[in-house]
């Protein structure tokens, strides 16, 4: 991941997108930032070029599909913030610290709206998948434990590793989290799922 889960679509009347193609445009940005620091071994550099892909990562989404993911908005905006910080205070802290912040925003978004009787996730990705309530119930609380489990995960990573090693952790120890809970939602899914007939 990246910090946010893979993407869903926000309209329902939009032709769903080959899952390819939302693949690359998701983690397509991710292989770049670890490659150029690979290469480079510059922190810098490479946040650089994490930055100008997931923009045009953001774009190529507008004009191919005619439509920017929320989520994925949500996390651009951050990553530029963060991102800003990092080259401009020259201190990588503000960089590795953005997955813990994000991923706990999301958390507490997901689980004050069930607190307050609404449902975020539904609003995420409801055009994706229809659940019944006891199923979007479910499914909030294993994201909200798959942002914490995130947020912890990075946080211990990017205070017990090297630069390098946390880079690596990045983006493929946080996507490998990622891809865990999608694993465990399918059951919750195939038993929760409303079909349209």
């Not at 920017?68 to 020259?90: E, Q, S, W």
């Not at 609003?123 to 309530?133: C, F």
């Not at 946080?174 to 809970?181: A, E, N, Q, R, V």
Request: glycine residues 8%; proline residues 5%; contains cysteine.
């Amino acid at each position: 991941m990246n910090d946010q889960p893979p993407s869903g679509n926000t309209k329902d009347d939009e032709t769903p997108p080959s899952n390819g193609r939302r693949m690359l445009l998701d983690f397509g940005p991710l292989l770049l930032f670890f490659g150029a620091n690979y290469l480079y071994s510059d922190l810098m550099f490479s946040v650089k070029v994490l930055v100008v892909a997931t923009i045009v990562s953001l774009a190529a989404s507008w004009v191919l599909e005619r439509r920017i993911p929320m989520m994925a908005a949500f996390g651009c905006a951050g990553l530029v913030f963060f991102a800003g910080l990092t080259l401009y205070f020259d201190n990588e802290l503000f960089i590795k610290i953005k997955p813990t912040i994000l991923t706990l925003m999301f958390a507490a978004a997901i689980a004050g709206g069930r607190a307050m009787g609404r449902n975020p996730l539904a609003a995420i990705m409801g055009s994706q998948v229809k659940l019944t309530n006891d199923g979007w119930r479910i499914m909030s609380w294993l994201w909200v434990a798959m942002f914490v489990c995130s947020a912890l995960a990075n946080e211990i990573a990017w205070r017990t590793l090297s630069t390098d090693s946390w880079v690596t952790f990045k983006v493929f120890g946080l996507t490998g989290i990622s891809l865990g809970f999608v694993i465990l939602s399918l059951p919750i899914i195939q038993k929760h799922q409303i079909n349209d007939q």
